[in-house]
Each structure stands twice: as structure tokens, then as C-alpha cells.
């Protein structure tokens, strides 16, 4: 894929989706990292209806480490690894007081000391909190860079390198975002919406003839 089919594609998923962002629902930084911490093999609407009970009752690093981690269990037991997840939220929170008074860091080294935060939620931190262009490789981008050949790798790191080092520049601050969306409702996993896609002749994925065909179709009618 060359650079101007890149920016062919950003340029389209822009106008496509006019307002790229996270779909966690939060109202402060502190909120989004624990929403980015318990979304980890777990799906945005599951966390949303966790953390919307959860904030309403704690939602600084003070008012959760008071619930202590029976508390803390009982408002995100819903969500998958629900146990782990509580006692890394309540470590970072103790990190958070200790050595942040009590506020989010805007460095990788910083985030990815705290416990539960690894390269991909400081990535997220990063490029939704503090504004940074940086790329948080999920499933969604690591399936779309593979399958439409826009960032190839065979780990995950490898694929966010090659998005780094390929996307348009006045596209990558909202980058992670639009891949995101994209992949979660146009180019999903089992069964991508082809006819429905706004960079179907742009892309390089080797299945996409039915689509097209499809969408060829649909114009004709």
C-alpha cells in the first residue's frame, strides 16, 4: 500500500466518522484509566454499565481505595477478570496518591508503572487524555493493519511501529479512534460490511470481490 492510498483512506474515514472518540463513557482522566484498565478483554458497553454505579459512588483514587477490594468487586464482578482487575485498580490508586498526588502522569514511563497499565492503555491515555498522536494496537487495529494490508505485522508492537511510521501525520492524532470505530462496525471480525465501506476500493484485503460486487449492485438499482 502506498501513501497516497493512505491518506486516501484517512481522508475518507474522517468525513465518515466526523468525531472520532473513545466510546468508554467518562467525565475526568482518573474516571477514562480506570474505564481503559477494566476494558481489557472486555467490550465498552459491559464497562460503561459497570463504571456508570461505580463513579456515581467513587471516582478519585481516595473514594475507591476506601471501598476496599470486596467494595470495589461488587460494582465490576460483571466485567471479565473482574478479580485481577480490582486489586491492580486499587494498587494504582494507592500509586496514584503516593507518588502523582492523586493525579493521572502524562508520561509512558509513568503510566506503565502503574499497576493493570501496560503499553496498549498508555497508549490509549496518551493519545485520548493528553492529546498525544500515538496508536493503541487492539484487536480492531491489529486485525485492520493485517487484513486491508495498512500496517502489517505478526505482533502486536510490530504493527503499531508500522503505524507510526506510516500514517499521514495531520491524520494521526485521530487515527487510533477512526480504526477503531471502523473496525467495530464496518470491517468486523467475522463477517466485515464490504458493501457498506467507504475505502472498499482502497483497501487490500484479498476477500473483499463479494463486497464489492454488493455494493456495485446496490448502485445500480
Do not use: W
Request: contains cysteine; glycine residues 4%; charged residues 20%.
Amino acid at each position: 500500500m502506498n501513501a497516497k492510498q493512505r491518506f486516501e483512506i484517512f481522508k475518507r474515514l474522517s468525513i465518515a466518522i466526523p468525531n472520532p472518540s473513545t466510546e468508554l463513557k467518562h467525565s475526568s482522566t482518573f474516571e477514562l484509566l480506570i474505564a481503559v484498565i477494566l476494558s481489557a478483554q472486555s467490550t465498552d458497553k459491559g464497562v460503561n454499565l459497570a463504571t456508570e454505579k461505580l463513579f456515581a459512588i467513587a471516582n478519585t483514587p481516595e473514594a475507591i481505595l476506601a471501598l476496599g477490594l470486596i467494595g470495589l468487586e461488587q460494582y465490576i464482578k460483571t466485567i471479565g477478570l473482574y478479580h485481577a482487575k480490582a486489586k491492580n485498580i486499587l494498587a494504582t490508586c494507592q500509586m496514584l496518591i503516593a507518588q502523582h498526588q492523586s493525579q493521572v502522569p502524562n508520561t509512558r514511563t509513568a503510566l506503565e508503572a502503574l499497576p493493570g497499565v501496560g503499553r496498549k492503555t498508555a497508549n490509549v491515555m496518551l493519545n485520548t487524555a493528553f492529546g498525544q498522536p500515538t496508536i493503541a494496537v487492539d484487536t480492531h487495529l491489529f486485525r485492520l493493519g493485517n487484513r486491508i494490508k495498512l500496517a502489517t505485522g505478526k505482533t502486536v508492537l510490530e504493527v503499531e511501529q508500522k503505524y507510526i511510521k506510516t500514517i499521514p501525520p495531520e491524520f494521526m492524532q485521530d487515527a487510533h479512534h477512526l480504526l477503531i470505530l471502523h473496525g467495530r462496525y464496518t470491517c468486523t471480525a467475522r463477517k466485515p460490511k464490504c458493501e457498506q465501506c467507504c475505502i472498499v476500493d482502497l483497501c487490500e484485503y484479498p476477500d473483499k470481490e463479494l463486497g464489492i460486487k454488493n455494493l456495485y449492485l446496490q448502485e445500480k438499482r
